[in-house]
């Protein structure tokens, strides 16, 4: 089983930019879609951005046009780029990977890595 470890996460002002980075103890490259969701205090975990092996990408529109999510599968690594955060986007960030549709094979979770934009 894939494990996968988020790193990178930690307090910044509004306005500012954080790299994530999630760490696979195995390979990702058959793992169709890799994702980063995030979970504020007392909310529900909600879905940040995906990408594909083939590397379609898709956002959340609170975040579109500020994050970039990609990955490398040579070094088993998937990256969000966060630029102009903003108070909103505090929260436990959690690295995924699934099959396209979930049914088709095992689902992955890091333990998650804690963003606070705050001034």
């Known amino acids: 089983q894939v494990q996968l470890v988020e790193s990178g996460g930690g307090l910044v002002q509004p306005g500012g930019s954080l790299r994530l980075s999630c760490a696979a103890s195995?390979?990702?490259?058959?793992?169709?879609?890799m994702g980063w969701y995030r979970q504020a205090s007392e909310k529900q975990r909600e879905l940040v951005a995906t990408i594909t092996n083939g590397g379609n990408q898709n956002y959340a529109d609170s975040v579109k046009g500020r994050f970039t999510i990609s990955r490398d599968n040579a070094k088993n690594r998937v990256y969000l780029q966060m630029n102009n955060l903003r108070p909103e986007d505090t929260a436990v960030y959690y690295c995924?990977?699934?099959?396209?549709?979930?049914?088709?094979?095992?689902?992955?979770w890091g333990q998650g890595t804690q963003v606070t934009v705050s001034s």
């Open positions: 195995g390979s990702i490259a058959s793992i169709a879609v």
């Open positions: 995924n990977g699934r099959s396209y549709n979930p049914t088709w094979g095992p689902s992955y």
